[in-house]
């Protein structure tokens, strides 16, 4: 039977005009929730910015802490202690000179892997001869369990190490092999082979370490293992960073670690440094660990991601500089926020995708691929949504979202490091334009700075900024690649022979 032909009309006006009004009604969802994800990344911008008036603020209250921690013998002991920054005396009161000779090992522990290395030292002529290194990751469950077997761990490694040791490295006759032991923790030193561990960071804790000598922990491995080898030096990886820049360049008076973890180390005249009650070195000088991963100020720009982040952490109330600026978290921040735009405006889906939920799932070299990503369709991002989170068919539109929350953590991280490195110069007094225009050398280490291009420029751009000019045209900030293990290598050779030297 044949509709009238008013009927069909109707019927088909009905259909178009419930159709748009459905369309409308995902127009205006789809707008609501691209509102609330804007909002969302808004408000994360707003606090996360750091102009520089406040890092200049923040630089300020580094210089302050550091100050008050070379004062104060309470900052190096338990954490939980009132000042911040523990400025630990490190007992390397010289710098590798060049004249380093023979094979050194160093073994470098300090985030999720760790490396062994053997460097053959040539001389002032020379230089470095020979050099071999293996890295090896530690199982997680190790970072958590007893300290024999961490230090088991390590020490079978060094031996497979020593074993394969053939053509090009040359132990003279009748001597003990000796090691540069990096260990990049906070540490009180009681000499320069020797040290208490204060507490854990970066994701360890086996709490029956602290408080223990880390060195003599690593000679009873290395005893049980059977390797006739003795730690010569006990460095952590900035200190490593320090000798390995000062090895390339004498100007060099700094170094900060961008990697899993954050901190710095410079070199302290004596005389400003109220807690240390020995005779004075003969050099004058002596090499601080700054710890600054522990610094924390009102001036820090913090958000409800950051107090999150912090709350739920391994070590709560600590380490919150580092919380803002390492490679540890700076992921974990981002994924935070990708879950807050999941949750409060359905950015992804209409439910929030449950891996999304896994603490740490987002590492920051996931961050850095994807904010680096420069194809038209941000592919990486898209690969990386779905490879992560299980996320699939993301539009451009949630990628760039995806992109500018990189961008807004990665840049704040930047900057403060940038404040970090302007306080360090504040304490030394270089932040200042010299008649003599002094150079000043800062080596940096760590995968943050290494890998992540954008960070790197920020953070230099930044420091330029709140430096200056003219006094920015005299700071170099250098890459000392590999410097923590070399460094290590360095100082073991360089203290081994002043050993000896007092010996003979
Ligand atoms: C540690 C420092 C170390 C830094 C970089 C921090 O978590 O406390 O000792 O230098 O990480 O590895």
Redesign the pocket.
Known sequence: MRKPAALVASTAVFAAAAIAAVMVRQRLREARRWARAGAVLRDLQERCAAPAERLRLVADAMAAEMRAGLASNDSEGESGSSVLLKMLVTYVDSLPSGGEKGLFYALDL??TNFRVLRIQFGGKEQRIVNQESKGVSIPQHLMSNGSNELFDFIAAALAKFVASEGEGFHLPEGMQRQLGFTF???VKQNSVASGTLIKW??GFAIDEMVGKDVVAELNKAIKRQGIDMEVTALV???VGTLAAGRYVDNDTVAAV?L?????AAYIEHMSSIPKWCGPPPESGDMVI?V?W??FRSSHLPLTEFDVALDAESLNPGE?IY?KLI?GMYMGEIVRRVLLKMAQDASLFADNVPPKLEIPYILRTYHVLMMHQDTSPDLRTVGINLKEIFGIENTCCKTRKLVVDVCEVVATRGARLAAAGIHGILKKLGRDIASPEKQKTVIAVD?GVYKYYPFFAQCMESTLRDLLGEEVASSVVIKLAEDGSGTGAALLAASYSQRFQAVDD
């Not at 990697?259 to 901190?263: I, S, V, Y």
């Open positions: 300090g985030g990049s923790f906070p960071t970066k952590n990886d900035t670690i990697g899993t973890g954050t901190n660990n710890e991963g522990n380490q580092e390492s760590g």
